[in-house]
């Protein structure tokens, strides 16, 4: 059984894996931020390749980021927290069964993305997900609000 001082050393263990091995979370710069049972923060820095372009009021382009690269953070961080849950956060595997997603207003900053297991049953598990972002004036608000569903393959 891991214990939670083993967290910080699977947070390094996930970002090196992200970093080296995940293309598409490396090119979007995730980062885990904090690891512990039953939950985990993850972040995503706002780059301007990474918003929609949705024309403002005033003609100009609007630069939020596309709802899809919360959902992916979302979707990500729920998996990931699972994982915290297993005997051996490193083994089996997680997939996706369902995943909702809620926008609440623009992401216009950096996002982050913080998970909590609801429950993580033998072959089913569950997470709620929220989303912030870096407001224009230096606040943080939250952007999206989430539910995955997601099949546990143990090893154990």
Do not use: C
């Not at 939250?142 to 995955?148: D, F, H, R, T, W």
């Amino acid at each position: 059984m891991t214990d939670d001082r083993d967290f910080d050393s699977l947070a390094a263990v996930l970002q090196s894996y992200i970093d080296d091995h995940h293309e598409f979370l490396s090119w979007l710069g995730a980062g885990v931020e904090a690891v512990e049972r039953g939950g985990m923060v993850m972040s995503i820095p706002y780059d301007d390749k990474l918003t929609n372009g949705r024309p403002g009021t005033d003609g100009e382009r609007t630069p939020d980021i596309h709802g899809g690269v919360a959902a992916t953070l979302v979707d990500t961080t729920g998996g990931l927290a699972l994982r915290t849950e297993l005997d051996d956060p490193l083994s089996g595997a997680i997939a996706t069964i369902t995943l909702n997603v809620n926008y609440l207003r623009p992401a216009t900053g950096d996002l982050q993305a913080t998970a909590e297991v609801v429950r993580a049953g033998s072959t089913i598990g569950v997470s709620e997900i929220i989303v912030e972002s870096e407001t224009p004036d230096g606040d943080r608000e939250p952007v999206a609000i989430a539910q995955g569903a997601y099949r546990i393959f143990r090893d154990d």
